[in-house]
């Protein structure tokens, strides 16, 4: 998105209207008009940086040393439920062991059942 509004801007066309372009191809809320004002400023600025800046924001809940964790107690339950395991981990969310379960470790439920990627 920055660089479409670094080319615009050395095109001289103003932030309004490269709000409107952007939001004409890309959807309304990709965007808003505050944040293109911004970047054109940044870019009137300092106009060699394309770059998007660090973004402060949360920081992950899942780490290496929580997928471990996750992982250990599947290998001593194969039969397990999330449920179970919000109970053996109370400072992680139900999503969150979710994702790691599903996203990080590669499983399935199959049949009431969780499947670490093959069927039971």
């Excluded at 293109?36 to 800046?53: G, H, L, M, Q």
């Excluded at 964790?69 to 439920?81: L, P």
Aim: proline letters at 2%.
């Amino acid at each position: 998105m920055r660089s479409i509004i670094r080319f615009l801007n050395a095109k001289d066309v103003k932030a309004a209207e490269i709000h409107r372009q952007i939001s004409e191809v890309y959807g309304e809320n990709i965007m808003n008009e505050g944040m293109v004002r911004k970047s054109v400023r940044a870019f009137k600025d300092d106009p060699t940086n394309a770059n998007d800046e660090e973004r402060s924001g949360r920081p992950s809940v899942v780490t290496e040393d929580s997928v471990q964790k996750v992982d250990g107690k599947i290998r001593e339950n194969r039969r397990f439920t999330i449920s179970s395991f919000s109970n053996e981990f109370p400072q992680v969310s139900i999503t969150v062991l979710y994702g790691i379960v599903t996203e990080h470790l590669n499983h399935r439920k199959w049949r009431s059942l969780w499947a670490g990627g093959r069927f039971l």
